[in-house]
């Protein structure tokens, strides 16, 4: 079993930048595709960003698109997610999550198997 552990949240002024990081334990990430989901208040968990198991494909959600970059180092076992003019309705819960498999969509949160506990984002305008 895999555990994930999101870092690098916080609050910044819409513009700017921040890093995630998601360092998982337990299993080697490179038997996993991962991705990057968030929730915002009243709102379902949505995707925004996934990567392949060594990193060759990548997804992203319309909404981020051109801002954010999912990328990943199966050396140091960490997935990292640069979210580039953050904008106030990026402010969400960000989640990383595991996936052994994907048999269908990169965007369906009922591909992945382990979820960490989520990192809050927040840009204020």
């Known amino acids: 079993q895999v555990q994930l552990v999101e870092s690098g949240g916080g609050l910044v002024q819409a513009g700017k930048s921040l890093r995630l990081s998601c360092t998982a334990s337990?299993?080697?990430?490179?038997?996993?595709?991962m991705g990057w989901f968030r929730q915002a208040p009243g709102k379902e968990r949505e995707f925004v960003a996934a990567?392949?198991?060594?990193?060759?494909?990548?997804y992203y959600a319309d909404s981020v698109k051109g801002r954010f970059t999912i990328s990943r180092d199966n050396a140091k076992n960490t997935v990292y997610l640069q979210m580039n003019s953050l904008k106030p309705e990026d402010t969400a819960v960000y989640y990383c999550?595991?996936?052994?498999?994907?048999?269908?969509?990169?965007?369906?949160?009922?591909?992945?198997?382990?979820w960490g506990q989520g990192t809050q984002v927040t840009a204020s305008s």
């Open positions: 999550a595991a996936a052994r498999t994907i048999s269908g969509s990169w965007s369906d949160l009922g591909e992945y198997d382990h």
């Open positions: 337990g299993r080697t990430l490179s038997g996993y595709a």
């Open positions: 990567i392949s198991w060594f990193g060759d494909s990548t």
